[in-house]
C-alpha cells in the first residue's frame, strides 16, 4: 500500500516546480529549523518565554524519543533504498525510515502552536502538514513513517500542552485572550 501511494503521487504530483518547492519545505524540516524559528519569534518579539521553551521543548524531546530510540529499535530502510523506481529526490539521509522525525517534529510542535491559538493553529497546522508531504514526494519516506511520526508527534505535543496548562494555568492566545 504504501508503494502504490508513493507511486500515485509521483505520477500525480512531481514536475520540476513541484521538486523544487518540496525540496524548500522540507529544509523547513531539517534540525526543526522552522520550530526553532518559531520559538525565537515567540522568545524575542512576542515576549512569551514560555511558548519559547515548549516549542524548544517539543523539538528535543520529539527528535530523542523519534531518532535516537524508535528508529534504532525499528531500523527501517528508506524507500529509494528498497525501490530503485523512486530514487531519493534530496541529499540520500542515512538514518532509518521509520517513523519520520522531520513530521514528529512539526507535529509535536504544531500542538503548542494550536494550544496557543489564533492564526498561529493554522500556520502550525499547515506547515507540519507540507513538511510531512515533501517527505513522502521526496521518496525519503514511507506513508506510514509519516503517518507515525505523526502520530508521535501528536503525542509528544499533547503532552506538553497538558504540561504548560498544569504550570501555568491557560495558553494565552495570539490575540491576548485565555484559551
Not at 513541484?18 to 525565537?40: D, E, H, K, Q, S
Not at 505535543?157 to 496548562?165: Q, T
Amino acid at each position: 500500500m504504501d508503494f502504490m501511494i508513493m507511486q500515485w503521487i509521483t505520477q500525480v504530483f512531481q514536475s520540476p516546480v513541484m521538486t523544487a518547492v518540496m525540496r524548500f519545505i522540507t529544509g523547513w524540516g531539517n534540525l526543526g529549523a522552522l520550530w526553532i524559528c518559531f520559538a525565537f519569534y515567540f522568545y524575542f518579539i512576542k515576549k512569551d518565554r514560555r511558548t519559547a521553551a515548549f516549542l524548544l521543548l517539543a523539538v528535543i524531546l520529539t527528535w530523542s524519543l523519534n531518532d535516537l530510540v524508535i528508529k534504532q529499535l525499528v531500523d527501517r530502510p528508506r524507500p529509494f533504498m528498497t525501490h530503485a523506481e523512486l530514487p531519493a529526490l534530496i541529499t540520500m539521509p542515512t538514518s532509518s525510515s521509520f517513523p519520520s522525525g522531520h513530521t514528529a517534529t512539526s507535529f509535536a510542535a504544531m500542538m503548542i502552536l494550536f494550544a496557543y491559538g489564533g492564526s498561529y493553529r493554522w500556520m502550525g497546522l499547515g506547515s507540519a502538514v507540507l513538511i510531512a508531504f515533501s517527505r513522502i514526494y521526496l521518496h525519503v519516506h514511507y506513508p506510514s513513517d509519516v503517518l507515525a511520526g505523526c502520530l508521535v508527534g501528536i503525542c509528544i505535543g499533547a503532552l506538553l500542552v497538558r504540561l504548560m496548562k498544569q504550570r501555568g494555568g491557560k495558553l494565552a492566545s495570539a490575540t491576548g485572550e485565555k484559551c
